[in-house]
């Protein structure tokens, strides 16, 4: 065992104890760990636990949605982002909403995990190629979308701190933008 692994271990080893589950339960309930490239202002590590699931709910229709826990490195639940992927015959954009608990806010956790969200959605690639429908094409997400009401200051903040653009009440990135901010170069 390396220690990549090692240290995966160790937090879901602490995520079982704070939820009361198993550790089996916690590696069939998520199918990939992601250690964040930030820690927070507190200087803590944080650990998003993803589960991707399509299911079809009516013959021939898929519900494809990401959802992404967030964790400290002590096993403390702070909060989870959810990506849910359009049902167009484009199968190109997802809706992402995010919640932060009451004692983890103000700490950078949401700006810091939705950047490794978007990370796994536009170079990684993690939602694409999932079935909408059975006559449609496979998705390929080029874009994301964020419902945030005018009173919402915070969620407006992450957004902004993630150079989303503002259109019509949404709050939108495209691959392409993403890729500039981060710089990364198409392979």
């Known amino acids: 065992m390396n220690e990549y ?29 992601i250690k964040t490239s930030h820690v927070n202002k507190e200087g803590e590590e944080l650990y998003l636990l993803r589960k991707i699931t399509s299911k079809e709910f009516i013959k021939g229709y898929y519900k494809n949605k990401g959802i992404y826990s967030i964790y400290t490195k002590e096993g403390k639940y702070s909060g989870f982002i959810e990506v849910t992927v359009s049902n167009n015959n484009k199968a190109n954009e997802a809706e992402i909403e995010y919640l932060s608990e009451k004692d983890s806010r103000d700490k950078g956790n949401i700006t810091i995990s939705l950047e490794e969200v978007l990370f796994d959605i536009f ?65």
């Open 5 to 33: 692994e090692m240290n995966f271990e160790d937090i879901e080893e602490k995520i079982a104890k704070q939820s009361g589950d198993s550790i089996e339960k916690i590696r069939e309930e998520y199918d990939k760990i």
């Open 123 to 187: 170079i990684n690639n993690s939602f694409d190629n999932l079935t909408i429908k059975d006559i449609f094409p496979k998705t390929k997400i080029e874009e994301v979308f964020l419902s945030i009401s005018s009173d919402n200051y915070a969620s407006q903040a992450v957004a902004n701190k993630l150079r989303f653009q503002k259109n019509n009440g949404e709050y939108i990135m495209t691959k392409e933008q993403f890729r500039q901010i981060m710089q990364i170069k198409e392979k």
